[in-house]
């Protein structure tokens, strides 16, 4: 029997596991998933796994050793497409928070002392297409169900995957939370990408960015606006680091140009 | 139109006889304290001290987000599963000019089946209220309410007067005629004139409608729009909360197993960078500047020019929301040369220091 | 020398793989390897507020995410003296019960029983054990439905603030949950008498120290002010330190722990040990019916354990429902102005004993000290799987290896994302001690001792290869009895490796070299030598970690005088190496 079921791996890099987890947490449709495609890898739930050609690759967490350089050019080259899956993979995630080289180094060192590692050399964190590249992203810490199984049924239906280009705010008004950033709460909601249903602002608590930033988010603008409202640069700018890693460098460059 | 008095303690008793087999729909109080309409099951959670909800009445007829169809390889199944029997109490009367707006807009420009389904199983009652600093219903005359109701409650001391605004209405007071007291004296009506004189002057601010459609025009290269984006976070907020925005998007969601799909319509802004984007990626309102002029061309200049009035109810929901206060006031008030207190003045300085 | 590598450890929620290495009759080495890379969490909130760490932290671990979050919570709320209400404290463990059960229900029923009943996953094993998979996602499902309702969403959740909460759910929600828990039962029952009653295998067996957290007043439970061993010793929170010393392996990012030196078990299996006469309820009645000696020392049964402990969540979560509905008014978020302070959090997350420490300074974070339940596991996990490895490969069912190690690994459950994917068996290369002994050398020079008997022909070589060593020149080289004299050696030895020269007997053929960590000699029976009180009694159990046996097989051990030509020449090839 001829099979033409897509085949598909999910794959974890350095990361917290969540995004594959998540895939677990879609408990109800689990065993739809799993005979919708032919999952060639997904070592969380499988032990027969391949490393053969690729439909899709899926891969979740950032990029932290060689060995994850090689085990994600492998990846690339057996895969017609590739997700970037999860904040790690999209933008480096939490662990990419050390944007200057040398505090790395220093922070690895505190963390490790000298030892040598006898397995694979560490490396900053980076986001997956640092080294290869990547067809679709789909941020999250963790991604959301709702957008993995819209992103998985699309593709194996053949559509083009949806792409979420509003903010947070969108989702957050839809499900009429009061402003958290208007009543003077440092939310990055304006600034990160919608997916999460708003999640914290639902709960009353403000929007932490882990998506990592919207596209043609106004960082100058709500950047000056918290600032008016008694926030120290500092305080800013490490709040919008914490998620978003060395992509945020860019919209700090883009800050220090403007005037003071 | 016949009036009648009820006495305030059987409002509640009336509500629960007239919405067995209906959704009340009625403003709640959040527990941060801003107020959202929602389906009442106990009527304790009703609370009428409310100046404005967090989105406008128009979510109740079209959800943010819902299924129009259900499509199979071979037809198209309408899902009309959002309409029910609704009765909305508690809407003030910006919030029912809102209606006939919307009602303008999808009765009679466009027939859209699923708002006019949702509209003709909906009854409205209406409540009369008290202006805060934004409510600018006064200056777009939308503060008195001649149509669009079934009933409408004025509050006075210990009793309302309930107007009749339609046959459907007359109905419902017949349902609970013991209640009703025609007898309206002297004194009763001295006292919603005096009510109506007070309300008047508590109106803080006013803006000049009539001016605006040319002010539009003449300040359209004008730089306050370029400050206006510069500030602009693009969150979309202002539409949403507006009661007369009525812009959607529509997506696929295909089902996991069978061969078949969801069209879901969902809430739009024109204020969304995503919103004026085609096929093939070209966007031709990537300026945030640009999409502001969109949404306020519509509000002040357009509508007003084809229906004699501003597409703007003066509700305040965008001067309460914008974290930047962008909104029908500052933008008006600086169209008008007016000095405006609001952080994208004070950010346009700031900037350009 | 052959190893057994599993590359990718598959069912456990992480990256990780353990190898052993078979040098002819000899298990020599045995890793278990965490391919994670490091992500340095507990720098990443350093001069963060106490409220980025709380929201940054737990996203060390997916699966383990709320009990993090509880973790973390507890040690910034005992750092700035922030005393929660008895709703919040509650609402906390309710939100812990979805987690338990969340995570002991994927892993049992959807990743190790797979295993046992021979399918690569659960969803293979749904064609002929639909019932069990459905049950197995159903208790998932609905252990994710509390982590969601009480922490905002299925993982990392940001509800949980210091204080207390953003949002309380509703009365509504809560007697949902109360009666969901209550219908679950009859399928609770099942999977306990399922679990149970698996045929675990007996190898590997050992007695091992188990560690939790006490959870105080006689009870159950998951959490404690402190560390209670099976030994019965108790730690304070903050003295969590001399209970666990952390350190560093070479071949992983993971970092490990010992008690004394020993490996050590913490989760389900080490609670049930430690505390399992204090279940109460249905969960009593099944702790007495089930458990026997093969609890105290197979780490298999860490599966039947989840079990029980999936009883004790069912059933303790419709007393919170209760203790909860009591509680009307929904306590508002404690406030908090104290801006210096250090506090340490003890949790048991579904995998084990989980130690949070944070200090704060100025308002911001100081330094964050996080132990995770993997980390303490690691040492344990490579012990069992040596122990495994060995007995199968003496038994001549050295094809077993491969899975066992794997069916051991994953009974420890590891998130090896929050230190930590499978098993390898590998032959070791020819005269693979060579290598061992370069690598050794080239890092610190070691302390040689020369172990033997001198009466006893072929047994008289590490004495004899000492000898030489020594009076070449070399450095740092001693006999036995130079040490049983010598009590400046811990001095002398401090931080170099050990390395044991003596005659092994390893069946094989006379004259080949072995080598090997001295602690497997623990493991092995058919190795036990006469210097294993001679270590206890001279050696800190710090420096037996970092202690080798380097090993000739000896032609015959009978008294007398010669040494056969073969150990001879064995003897010739350490020179030579050595001086090379």
């Known amino acids: ?260 | 139109m016949r009036i009648f008095k009820l006495k305030k303690e059987y409002l509640f008793p009336f509500l629960e006889s007239i919405s067995e087999g209906a959704d009340l729909w009625a403003p709640t109080k959040k527990p941060e304290g801003k107020h959202s309409f929602q389906i009442i099951k106990d009527f304790s959670q009703i609370d009428l001290d409310y100046t404005r909800t967090i989105l406008p009445p128009r979510k109740i007829f079209l959800p943010p987000s819902f299924n129009m169809f259900k499509a199979t390889e071979k037809k198209y199944e309408a899902d009309f599963s959002h309409v029910t029997e609704k009765i909305i109490f508690g809407l003030h009367p910006c919030d029912i000019h809102a209606i006939l707006i919307m009602d303008q807009f999808y009765k009679h420009h466009y027939n859209d089946p699923y708002y006019i389904e949702a509209r003709n199983n909906t009854l409205i009652l209406g409540h009369s209220c008290w202006p805060d600093e934004h409510c600018l219903c006064k200056s777009a005359g939308t503060d008195i309410i001649e149509e669009g109701y079934d009933l409408f409650f004025s509050e006075l001391e210990k009793e309302y007067l309930v107007w009749i605004g339609s046959s459907k209405g007359d109905d419902l007071i017949r349902r609970k005629p013991d209640f009703f007291d025609e007898n309206i004296t002297d004194k009763d009506i001295q006292k919603y004139i005096e009510w109506r004189e007070e309300k008047d002057k508590a109106f803080s601010v006013s803006i000049d409608f009539k001016n605006m459609p040319d002010l539009m025009e003449l300040k359209y290269q004008d730089p306050l729009w370029e400050k206006l984006g510069q500030a602009c976070l693009a969150c979309g907020s202002c539409s949403n909360v507006c009661p007369t925005c009525n812009c959607y998007n529509i997506n696929d969601k295909p089902f996991l197993t069978e061969n078949a799909s969801h069209i879901s319509r969902c809430w739009d802004a024109c204020t969304l960078e995503s919103y004026s984007e085609v096929a093939g990626g070209e966007n031709f309102r990537e300026a945030r500047s640009l999409r502001l002029k969109l949404y306020y061309t519509h509000k002040l200049q357009a509508y007003i020019s084809k229906y004699g009035k501003p597409a703007c109810v003066g509700c305040g929901r965008c001067i309460e929301t914008c974290p930047v206060d962008i909104n029908i006031k500052t933008v008006a008030q600086s169209l008008d040369n007016e000095t405006v207190d609001a952080f994208w003045d004070r950010f346009a300085k700031e900037v350009t220091k | 020398m052959k190893t057994i590598t599993i590359e990718h450890l598959t069912r456990v929620e992480g990256n990780g793989g353990i190898s052993a290495t078979i040098d002819g009759k000899v298990v020599t080495d045995v890793k278990f390897n965490i391919f994670e890379g490091p992500r340095l969490i507990e720098r990443l909130t350093v001069g963060r507020t106490p409220e980025e760490d709380v929201s940054i932290s737990p996203r060390i671990c997916a699966i383990c995410t709320l009990s993090h979050k509880n973790a973390v919570l507890r040690a910034i709320e005992n750092a700035l003296s922030v005393k929660v209400s008895p709703k919040v404290y509650y609402s906390r463990e309710m939100m812990h019960m979805g987690e338990m059960i969340e995570s002991h229900s994927l892993h049992t029923f959807i990743l190790a029983l797979a295993d046992y009943l021979g399918y690569p996953n659960a969803i293979a094993m749904a064609a002929n054990y639909g019932f069990e998979v459905k049950i197995g996602l159903e208790m998932k499902n609905f252990g994710n439905h509390i982590m969601k309702t009480y922490s905002g969403r299925f993982i990392h959740g940001e509800n949980p603030i210091i204080g207390g909460f953003g949002k309380f759910p509703s009365r509504e929600e809560l007697i949902w949950i109360k009666n969901r828990a209550q219908q679950f039962m009859p399928f609770v029952f099942k999977a306990v008498k399922l679990f149970c009653e698996l045929d675990y295998p007996t190898i590997p067996e050992s007695d091992t120290l188990y560690a939790c957290c006490e959870p105080g007043n006689n009870k159950y439970g998951f959490w404690g002010e402190e560390i209670l061993l099976s030994t019965g010793e108790k730690f304070k929170r903050d003295d969590y330190k001399s209970f666990n010393n952390e350190f560093v392996v070479s071949h992983s990012y993971a970092k490990r722990s010992r008690y004394n030196g020993k490996p050590f078990s913490v989760g389900a299996l080490a609670r049930v040990n430690v505390l399992g006469e204090r279940l109460e309820g249905n969960a009593g009645e099944m702790y007495k019916k089930y458990f026997n000696e093969h609890w105290k020392k197979n780490p298999l049964y860490h599966n039947a354990a989840q079990a029980l402990e999936i009883m004790y969540c069912f059933e303790r979560i419709p007393q919170l429902a209760d203790i909860l509905l009591g509680y009307e008014e929904n306590p508002p978020v404690i406030s908090y102005t104290t801006k210096n302070g250090a506090g340490t959090g003890l949790v048991e997350a579904p995998r084990g004993l989980l130690v949070h420490h944070h200090e704060i300074e100025d308002g911001l974070v100081k330094y964050v000290d996080i132990i995770t339940p993997t980390a303490m596991n690691c040492e344990d996990i490579e012990r069992y799987c040596h122990i495994a490895a060995q007995e199968l490969l003496d038994k001549g069912k050295e094809e077993e290896i491969k899975a066992r190690m794997d069916l051991i690994v994953r009974a420890f459950d590891p998130c090896i994302s929050c230190s930590a994917h499978a098993a390898q068996v590998e032959q070791a290369q020819q005269e693979a001690w060579k290598d061992r002994l370069t690598e050794i050398t080239t890092q610190t020079a070691p302390v040689f001792i020369g172990v033997g008997n001198d009466e006893r022909s072929d047994d008289r070589i590490g004495l004899k290869l000492a000898s030489v060593l020594k009076e070449s020149g070399m450095a740092n080289v001693f006999l036995e009895s130079d040490i049983q004299a010598d009590t400046a050696l811990q001095e002398r030895a401090q931080d170099r490796p050990i390395i044991f020269i003596d005659a092994v007997n390893f069946g094989e053929r006379a004259g080949k070299i072995t080598m090997f960590p001295v602690e497997y000699i623990l493991n092995n029976a058919a190795l036990s030598h006469k210097f294993i009180p001679f270590l206890s009694g001279q050696i800190h159990n710090e420096q037996i970690k970092n202690s080798f046996v380097l090993g000739i097989q000896p032609q015959s051990t009978d008294f007398g005088q010669n040494i056969s030509p073969q150990v001879l020449d064995a003897m010739d090839k350490i020179i030579d190496h050595l001086k090379n």
């Open chain 1, 1 to 260: 029997m001829k099979n033409d079921k897509l085949k598909i791996g999910f794959y974890e890099l350095t990361g917290c596991a969540g995004d594959c987890l998540l895939v677990t947490d879609c408990e109800m449709e689990l065993i739809d998933i799993f005979n919708a495609v032919d999952i060639q890898s997904f070592a969380m739930v499988m032990s027969n796994n391949t490393d053969g050609e690729l439909d899709l690759a899926l891969v979740e967490g950032s990029v932290t050793t060689e060995k994850e350089i090689e085990e994600l050019k492998d990846i690339r080259k057996r895969a017609k497409a590739v997700v970037a899956f999860g904040t790690c993979a999209v933008l480096g995630g939490v662990q990419a928070r050390f944007i200057d080289p040398k505090e790395w180094e220093k922070n690895l060192k505190i963390v490790y002392g000298n030892t040598e590692f006898t397995h694979t050399k560490p490396v900053q964190s980076k986001p997956i297409d640092a080294f290869i590249d990547v067809d679709f992203y789909l941020p999250g810490c963790p991604v959301s169900k709702e957008q993995f199984l819209n992103f998985f049924t699309r593709i194996l239906k053949g559509n083009p995957p949806e792409h979420y280009p509003n903010p947070v705010c969108v989702t957050c008004k839809y499900n009429e939370n009061d402003c958290l950033l208007k009543k003077g709460e440092l939310c990055l909601g304006p600034l990160t990408a919608d997916g999460c249903g708003s999640i914290c602002p639902n709960h009353n608590i403000p929007c932490n960015g882990c998506w990592g930033p919207v596209e043609g988010a106004n960082v100058t603008s709500e950047f000056y606006l918290l600032k008016e409202k008694g926030f120290s640069v500092d305080e800013i700018k490490k709040k919008m680091a914490n998620f978003s890693g060395t992509k945020i460098t860019d919209y700090f460059q883009q800050l220090d140009k403007e005037p003071k």
